[in-house]
């Protein structure tokens, strides 16, 4: 098992600019998540799903999109990226009440 | 709306020290309780969990008790290594299954030998 992957490690982006940032889990699970950790912040959750087709709003959802058209993937979408979304995103996936954590993406808008 | 509260960093040990980081948390109903780890440019993974009141969750060498009469979930360790440096996250969730988490602010900790 892989577990959760996520593409790519590192972006920088100019403002303005669009990227998709990708997720993929290989443990059937229904549960998705994507969180943004912000230094001395802990983490936010941005948005999650509960399965294919389903998605809802977490904490700080302004500025992205979601889409979850299959189990295994859950990409996070940046329409016009702005400094403040200078973070590092974490994407998870859960069963059973355990979450498992992807290795992170490291964005700089400038 | 739900809230954990976690012990400011960074923390600085030496080896062989005893560890305690301090959480306690605010929520309605019966949550479980997590400690995830982060280690120097990975994601989160759990370390240890419990769900009901009085639970002991417990690995590695850490340990955490579920304490409901003072909503806290202090994370010990009796004997610290270097290679426990890392980022450590409390966190609940509510208690009806796999829940959105809810994160304290993290704690880094540093041991020098």
């Known amino acids: 098992n892989a577990g959760v992957t996520q593409t790519p490690k590192f972006r920088i982006l100019k403002i303005g600019q669009s990227m998709t940032l990708q997720c993929t889990q290989d443990m059937n699970h229904n549960y998705m998540y994507w969180y943004r950790q912000d230094p001395g912040m802990g983490l936010k959750l941005i948005y999650y799903?509960?399965?294919?087709?389903?998605?809802d709003k977490g904490e700080v959802p302004n500025g992205y999109n979601v889409s979850r058209s299959t189990t295994e993937d859950f990409p996070l979408r940046l329409e016009l990226a702005a400094p403040s979304q200078t973070s590092v995103y974490f994407c998870?996936?859960?069963?059973?009440?355990?979450?498992?954590f992807g290795p992170g993406t490291r964005l700089t808008v400038l | 709306g739900d809230s954990v509260t976690q012990m400011e960093g960074p923390v600085t040990l030496s080896e062989e020290a005893f560890l305690t980081i301090n959480c306690t948390y605010t929520?309605?109903?019966?949550?479980?309780l997590f400690w995830y780890v982060q280690y120097p440019g990975e994601g989160l993974q759990l370390l240890l969990k419990?769900?009901?009141?009085?639970d002991k969750g417990s690995n590695k060498g850490f340990e955490a008790t579920y304490r409901k009469e003072t909503t806290s979930f202090h994370l010990e360790k009796g004997s610290v290594q270097v290679s426990d440096s890392a980022v450590y996250f409390c966190?609940?969730?509510?208690?009806?299954?796999?829940?959105?988490?809810?994160f304290g602010t993290g704690t880094r900790l540093t041991i020098i030998p």
């Open positions: 419990a769900t009901k009141a009085d």
């Open positions: 929520a309605t109903g019966y949550p479980s």
């Open positions: 998870a996936s859960a069963e059973y009440n355990e979450q498992f």
């Open positions: 966190a609940l969730s509510p208690d009806f299954g796999n829940e959105k988490l809810t």
């Open positions: 799903s509960v399965g294919a087709g389903i998605t």
